[in-house]
């Protein structure tokens, strides 16, 4: 994973003034290069994030807007935020243990620090790009 991966999210935005271009969805493929990671890593990240109640929603609610069943649904910005939010976790354990049972007791001690609300605030502090 990308220690600038944030630089990289927030930055792809454009920063348009248009605030309805800004949460344009993205696929997969680009959250994955946005974070540096392969698919499988993101299918892996992904199933503990559907633990965050707000990116469970964001999940289903890009589901349900696609009406081709076997299309991947469409991604927004902030669900590779808490995507890349979880291997950050990843990325702080030791090598040689198993972590998914340790990231998804940290996801459930912190769920608060996976919010929207959150992901907005970090958003806000990024300078705009020119």
Not at 99 to 126: A, G, H, M, N, P
Request: aromatic residues 8%; charged residues 30%; contains cysteine.
């Amino acid at each position: 994973m990308m220690k600038e991966w944030r630089n990289r999210l927030f930055d792809s935005q454009k920063r348009e003034t248009d605030s309805h271009l800004i949460e344009l969805p993205l696929s997969v493929a680009e959250g994955t290069r946005i974070l540096g990671i392969c698919h499988r890593t993101w299918k892996r990240w992904h199933e503990l994030a559907m633990s965050v109640p707000e990116y469970k929603q964001q999940h289903i609610e890009m589901v349900e807007k696609i009406s081709d069943a076997n299309s991947a649904p469409p991604i927004v910005r902030y669900q590779v935020w808490v995507t890349g939010k979880i291997g950050e976790i990843f990325t702080n354990l030791p090598h040689g243990i198993t972590k998914k049972w340790i990231v998804q007791d940290c996801l459930q001690k912190t769920l608060k620090e996976f919010t929207v609300e959150q992901y907005q605030r970090e958003q806000s502090q990024v300078p705009k790009s020119e």
